[in-house]
């Protein structure tokens, strides 16, 4: 168990971390007094903790921050938007299970509405801090990402170590649940641009981020955000084109969502899949997927377009990835490779009508290198539309 000596909590809060192989940490805690369970995973990100909070991708997640201070510019305000769309945000709650940070400062921004810990107190999330996140996010690059429990309890009430033990004991790994269909819409949202729509597409919503949505918007788009158990028909007729939107879990267990990429892949409509949606279409077009050791998650990434050479500095948030090897027979090329592993980054079909990144163009947070990203696939939009 590793802890602070002379650890003192401010907040009358303190916290516990039982990593699945054995490993604790003792620190203080933030937000609201609970016990959660989650697979621990790790970001580079600098800055951005608005946007990779809420993100729907860390469902089921422990995000630990590798840089030392978060919080010191509060929480904005929901009041900017697009298009009705937060700008700050990327849905409309926390979404990870448990956060994790070095050290929690004041806030001190002109934007902020509020601080950190209010933030996740009104949303009765658990966060944790004053812990050595340096040795914790070595631990995870030499191990790999593995399952945890994280409690925030007064110090005069600890949780025990068995207890947690125990919890985690009892709980599913993250690779066996269905968390996209936590984050998935009931029924279909429509949003619209606010101006006479250049074309309409369809989203097979699997956990999208409101980055994407502002990016479609912004380009005049009017989009229909359909349940992930939608029917490919449902997504086909009456629109200009599709995409398949990132979320989080496991792809191997979405199966009919696979199938349904499948689909819509062949209908002759344009497609844009981005990150789970990559892995979807590729599963559902015969290639295969596998879990990388502690995943791509920061907003400094590079990828190279394998047709123009170029390198791009783009926004990652993915635990899986699809084998390269397993692209014959699919329809698809491979479009884009991380230089660091090899990992693929993007496929497409030989006419480009169905574009993939794992990676997300629309950042949020990170650097905007890939946007025309959209542009491209609105190209093929129109393209098909005026036939």
Known sequence: MHKYPFLRCPRGLCSRLLLANGVGFEGCG?????????????????????????????RGQILVETHPMIGNYGVPSRSRNVAGIPLDY??????????????????????????L????????????YRIDTRLLVRILREH??????????PCDNPVSWEELAETLRESKTYDE????????????????????????????????????LRQLLLRGIEIT??????????LVENYDGVLLSNGPGNPVLLKQQAETAARVATSGKPVLAICLGMQLLSI????????????????????????????YITTHNHGYAVRVESLEGTGLV???????????????????????????????????????????FLKNVLRVKER
């Open 30 to 58: 933030f937000g609201s007094p609970r016990t959660v369970v989650g697979e621990a995973v790790f970001t580079t990100a600098m800055t951005g903790y608005p946007e990779s909070l809420t993100d729907p991708s860390y």
């Open 90 to 115: 990327e849905s409309d709650s926390i979404q990870v299970e448990g956060f994790v940070i070095a050290e929690l400062p004041k806030p001190s921004h002109y934007a902020s509405v509020m601080s």
């Open 117 to 128: 810990d209010e933030w996740f107190r009104s949303e009765d999330k658990p966060g944790m």
């Open 144 to 153: 790999g990402v593995v399952m945890a429990v994280l409690a925030t309890f």
């Open 177 to 212: 649940n269905l968390y996209a269909l936590s984050v998935t819409p009931q029924k279909p949202i429509t949003h619209h641009p606010g101006r006479k729509p250049v074309a309409r597409i369809a989203v097979l919503d699997c956990g999208i981020k409101y980055g994407i």
């Open 225 to 234: 955000r359909y349940p992930c158990w939608a029917r490919s028909d449902e």
């Open 284 to 311: 559902g077009l015969g290639a295969e997927t596998y879990k990388l050791p502690y995943g791509h998650r920061g907003v400094n990434k590079p990828v190279i377009d394998l047709e123009t050479g170029k390198c």
């Open 334 to 376: 491979p479009w884009f490779r991380q230089p660091d592993d090899g990992t693929l980054e993007g496929v497409k079909t030989r006419d480009g009508l169905v574009l993939a990144t794992q990676f997300h163009p629309e950042a949020g947070p990170g650097p905007w290198d890939s946007t025309w990203v959209f542009d491209l």
